[in-house]
T-cell receptor, first 116, second 113 residues
Framework: DTEVTQTPKHLVMGMTNKKSLKCEQH?????MYWYKQKAKKPPELMFVYSYEKLSINESVPSRFSPECPNSSLLNLHLHALQPEDSALYLCASSRGLTGTGDEKLFFGSGTQLSVL | GDSVTQMEGPVTLSEEAFLTINCTYTATGYPSLFWYVQYPGEGLQLLLK?????DKGSNKGFEATYRKETTSFHLEKGSVQVSDSAVYFCALTSSNTGNQFYFGTGTSLTVIP
């Protein structure tokens, strides 16, 4: 199994809603990531988890709250989002932390989020 | 800091044409270099990679050579197909990037029959 699975594929939410994005991988990867991608732009890193501990938070607003319940699962809890938060949210995983020279990211297909 | 600069798009080619997408990098150390591809409505997929100077990455007819003297990692394919239509991202990572991938701005490729 070389897949990263994200659910849901599409999500529409109001600014007062609370929702969660889910990501799952069964490749035994110990690093997991959330990226945000606006249309026609490259992905922007939001959070990195390494061995289920938050390793990097790229100054993301607190209305985004990540959670890593175990080594296979990664959630992103959303609350009180703004319309400008509408984007494709990508989950990724790697065997270890990237930057070691040989790691590569495996991406899910993303959740297309629209905030009304 | 370390970064990659990618040629502007969009690029439109006829089927069977030769493709080059330019990518140059700036790095203080020895980065690993990658090309990722994103098909419409999907996440990014690794296309190829090279981890040291003079390495050539190749996959599905695409090639890129890590050239330290010109700090480049240009993507090439000899004969493109309609199914190659996608957005291509050059990326790097290294011990200097704090465990992050740095992506280029992406180049949109459309191949017409």
């Amino acid at each position: 199994d070389t897949e990263v699975t994200q659910t849901p594929k599409h999500l529409v939410m109001g600014m007062t809603n609370k929702k969660s994005l889910k990501c799952e991988q069964h490749m035994g990867h110990r690093a997991m990531y959330w990226y945000k991608q606006k249309a026609k732009k490259p992905p922007e890193l939001m959070f990195v988890y390494s061995y289920e501990k938050l390793s990097i938070n790229e100054s993301v607003p607190s209305r985004f709250s990540p959670e890593c319940p175990n080594s296979s699962l990664l959630n992103l809890h959303l609350h009180a989002l703004q319309p400008e938060d509408s984007a494709l949210y990508l989950c990724a995983s790697s065997r270890g932390l990237t930057g070691t020279g040989d790691e590569k990211l495996f991406f899910g297909s993303g959740t297309q989020l629209s905030v009304l | 800091g370390d970064s990659v600069t990618q040629m502007e798009g969009p690029v439109t080619l006829s089927e069977e044409a030769f493709l080059t997408i330019n990518c140059t990098y700036t790095a203080t150390g020895y980065p690993s270099l990658f090309w990722y591809v994103q098909y419409p409505g999907e996440g990014l997929q690794l296309l190829l990679k090279a981890t040291k100077a003079d390495d050539k990455g190749s996959n599905k007819g695409f090639e890129a050579t890590y050239r330290k003297e010109t700090t480049s990692f240009h993507l090439e394919k000899g004969s493109v197909q309609v199914s190659d239509s996608a957005v291509y991202f050059c990326a790097l990572t290294s011990s200097n990037t704090g465990n992050q991938f740095y992506f280029g701005t992406g180049t949109s490729l459309t191949v017409i029959p």
